[in-house]
Nanobody, 119 residues
Framework: QVQLAESGGGLVQAGGSLRLSCAAS????????MAWFRQAPGKEREFVAE????????YYRDSVKGRFTISRDNAKNTAYLQMNNLKPEDTAVYYC????????????WGQGTQVTVSS
């Protein structure tokens, strides 16, 4: 079992920044990946970014490239999402998720943290 706990959400004006954290605990293994998803009201959940825990390789959806940065701290078992130049369309509940590198599906999810960007 893996437990994920997000923090760092809040209300920010457009152009501002926030950093989300996702602390992982429990039975984690090498070769896993951590990702951030988001879900806005009335919309489907969408992929935001992903990082390989072992290699640090990252992936982003096009709309956040150049503004968001995903990173990890191996010693703290924590993933981060640094969000800069936030836009109102970034408003959503942000979730972190875990999957093994051999599995295309995410098997553990956090409870989510609200990010609201005012115009």
């Amino acid at each position: 079992q893996v437990q994920l706990a997000e923090s760092g959400g809040g209300l920010v004006q457009a152009g501002g920044s926030l950093r989300l954290s996702c602390a992982a605990s429990g039975r984690t293994f090498n070769g896993y990946l951590m990702a951030w998803f988001r879900q806005a009201p009335g919309k489907e959940r969408e992929f935001v970014a992903e990082i390989s825990w072992s290699s640090g390789t990252t992936y982003y959806r096009d709309s956040v490239k150049g503004r968001f940065t995903i990173s990890r701290d191996n010693a703290k078992n924590t993933a981060y999402l640094q969000m800069n130049n936030l836009k109102p369309e970034d408003t959503a509940v942000y979730y972190c998720a875990h999957r093994l590198g051999t599995n295309p599906s995410y098997d553990y999810w956090g409870q989510g943290t609200q990010v609201t960007v005012s115009s």
